[in-house]
């Protein structure tokens, strides 16, 4: 009785293909255009496929994600701030209000109709004999508001110090827990203009946020045990400036600069054990502070 051949081994993905090359993780025969090269040998298409699942994604100190890196959150925010002003300049037919307006050398320009439209606003009656703001039940101000800009100087100034600090805070936080950071300031400040302001005084701008981000640089540079003395004086010259030139919303500022704090406190030391958990129920507890206190004015100025 004569013996069989023996049997060439063919690739398992490709049965035509002679080889007489294995897998080192499944022991299956793999062609050349099946092969990844692994630490030690070649592995096929799944085996590399089920080690990329089983490995955890890098993460920052903070929990975030790598792609924070990429700054895309940033990067979006700044052209979400661009389309808005040329919307506002198209608002405003007499095309004058945009371009430079009344403010400080241009700074805070003057209104079109879309800042009118947006701006955190009390409660004021308007030209037409309406009454209208936050308290009328136009609650979508205190977030519209951070992305409408009184001028062009006012925009570039505020989108400059966002590229600056955003990109830095986006890659040690992730995508994600900056959004929340800058949300959580931008509607801080928001509330504190509807608070703290006269119910007939507008107030608009990125800046409210942008003061939340100066406060979480600091406070997230002392977590990581990083220098804070550059920050301090840009700082301090910015809360100079809000004090001292005029129609700048203080409380605006003030209320950024704060919950910007509290918000950067929560993410930096929350316990590694429930990081996340922690996270998202500090900022939770922020957003329902701050739901109360614009309640509480809202029946104020009804009352």
């Known amino acids: 009785m004569s013996e069989s051949p023996p049997t060439t081994p063919v690739c398992y993905r490709h049965p035509g293909?002679?080889?007489?090359?294995?897998?080192?993780?499944?022991?299956?025969?793999?062609?050349?255009?099946?092969?990844?090269?692994?630490?030690?040998?070649?592995?096929?298409?799944?085996?590399?496929?089920?080690?990329r699942r089983s490995v955890r994604p890098a993460r920052t100190a903070f929990g975030g994600g790598e792609t924070g890196r990429l700054g895309y959150?940033?990067?979006?925010?700044?052209g979400i701030n661009l389309v808005v002003m040329l919307l506002s300049i198209a608002s405003d037919r007499g095309g004058d209000a945009a371009a430079g307006g009344t403010g400080f050398g241009g700074l805070l320009?003057?209104?079109?109709?879309?800042?009118?439209?947006?701006?955190?606003?009390?409660?004021?009656?308007?030209?037409?004999?309406?009454?209208?703001?936050?308290?009328?039940?136009?609650?979508?101000?205190?977030?519209t508001a951070m992305f409408l800009h009184y001028g062009v100087v006012h925009l570039l100034l505020n989108m400059w110090a966002?590229?600056?600090?955003g990109r830095s805070l986006e890659a040690v936080l992730g995508p994600l827990r900056?959004?929340?950071?800058?949300?959580?300031?931008?509607?801080?400040?928001?509330?504190?203009?509807?608070?703290?302001?006269?119910?007939?005084?507008?107030?608009?701008g990125a800046s409210t946020a942008i003061f939340g981000l100066f406060a979480a640089t600091f406070v997230?540079?002392?977590?990581?045990?990083?220098?804070?003395?550059?920050?301090?004086?840009?700082?301090?010259?910015?809360?100079?400036f809000t004090f001292t030139v005029p129609q700048i919303s203080i409380a605006g500022h003030l209320g950024g600069l704060v919950f910007g704090a509290l918000m950067a406190l929560v993410l930096a030391y929350a316990?590694?054990?429930?990081?996340?958990?922690?996270?998202?129920?500090?900022?939770?507890?922020?957003?329902?502070?701050?739901?109360v206190l614009a309640l509480f004015r809202t029946f104020t100025l009804l009352g």
């Open 17 to 51: 293909r002679e080889t007489y090359v294995r897998c080192t993780r499944c022991d299956r025969s793999i062609c050349p255009d099946c092969m990844n090269e692994a630490s030690v040998g070649f592995q096929c298409p799944e085996c590399v496929a089920q080690g």
């Open 220 to 240: 997230i540079m002392r977590r990581l045990g990083r220098d804070t003395s550059a920050i301090v004086p840009i700082l301090v010259i910015n809360l100079i």
């Open 73 to 78: 959150v940033t990067k979006t925010l700044i």
């Open 271 to 291: 316990p590694r054990s429930h990081r996340t958990l922690v996270q998202v129920t500090g900022g939770s507890f922020l957003l329902v502070v701050l739901l």
């Open 109 to 143: 320009g003057g209104s079109t109709p879309l800042t009118e439209w947006g701006a955190v606003l009390g409660r004021a009656m308007f030209l037409d004999g309406s009454i209208g703001g936050v308290a009328e039940g136009q609650w979508y101000r205190l977030v």
């Open 178 to 204: 900056f959004i929340a950071l800058y949300f959580i300031a931008g509607f801080g400040g928001n509330v504190a203009v509807y608070v703290f302001s006269a119910p007939n005084q507008m107030s608009a």
């Open 162 to 165: 966002l590229w600056v600090l």
